[in-house]
């Protein structure tokens, strides 16, 4: 079973940064495509970045030149590090991966950005 926690979420001010991880549990992370999403209130889940198999990225404009994606293998991790951040940017920011035909999500970090 594909097991997803996230973590670093938290209250920052405008322009400043953090760094979220996403643990993975259950899967080779190396094989797996593994996204991030964020829904802030009243609004719809939005996907914000991916890093694929192949450790290519993509981002939604939303955040491109500010967001950066990563992984590491070795503590079988993924990482959304934020800059820049702004009030637009408060939400619940979610992990994603589609392993075995399945989709798995994590329980969600809240960040909230104060202007």
């Known amino acids: 079973q594909v097991h997803l926690v996230e973590s670093g979420g938290g209250l920052v001010q405008s322009g400043g940064s953090l760094r979220l991880t996403c643990r993975a549990s259950g899967l080779v992370l190396r094989l797996a495509s593994m996204s991030w999403y964020r829904q802030a209130p009243g609004k719809p889940r939005e996907l914000i970045a991916s890093?694929?198999?192949?450790?290519?990225?993509d981002y939604a404009a939303t955040v491109k030149g500010r967001f950066t994606v990563s992984r590491d293998g070795r503590t079988s991790s993924v990482y959304l590090q934020m800059n820049s951040l702004g009030p637009e940017d408060t939400a619940v920011y979610y992990c994603n991966t589609h392993w075995r035909s399945r989709s798995f999500w994590g329980q969600g970090t809240q960040v909230t950005v104060s202007s």
């Open positions: 890093v694929n198999n192949e450790g290519s990225t």
